[in-house]
């Protein structure tokens, strides 16, 4: 009889009832427990990358102003190489070296945000600048990586 009665004192198949851990808290403590440990440890790493990508960013960005900088010279000293026979000429190819300079301070001088912002911005104010200029740069991109490209093939025949 005594067996009977330890029988009705356990909860039906599949429930917990009042039942304790090792430590006193209920399977109920300990599965929220866990939960908030893996939402806390999946906030952690997505912080670190989202820390990684931003660090990422900042570098190509830095490292594309150099480049745009360095361009802006090489299209001056072209100006003037060109100034000599076609003065004309000149004062054109100095304005897109100049243009060049202000793109690199530009986006040295702004965060990754602001310029995501800018361009949030611009795409509202101008949709059709904003995807003209999206093409144009598509453009400039891929023929440049079609460049980059070739010139790695001949690289590696020689």
Known sequence: MGSIQNDMAQPPIGTTGNRTFGNGGSLSDAATHAA?????????????????????AEKTKQTGAERMEKVAGAVHTAADSIGKDVPEAAGYIHRAGNGLENASRFLRNNSIEDLLNKATQLARDQPAAFIGGSIAAGFLVARFLMSSAGATKQNTKA
Do not use: I
Not at 36 to 56: I, N, P, S
């Open 36 to 56: 908030q440990r893996v939402q806390h440890d999946a906030a952690a790493a997505a912080r670190d990358v989202k820390g990684q990508a931003a660090d990422l």
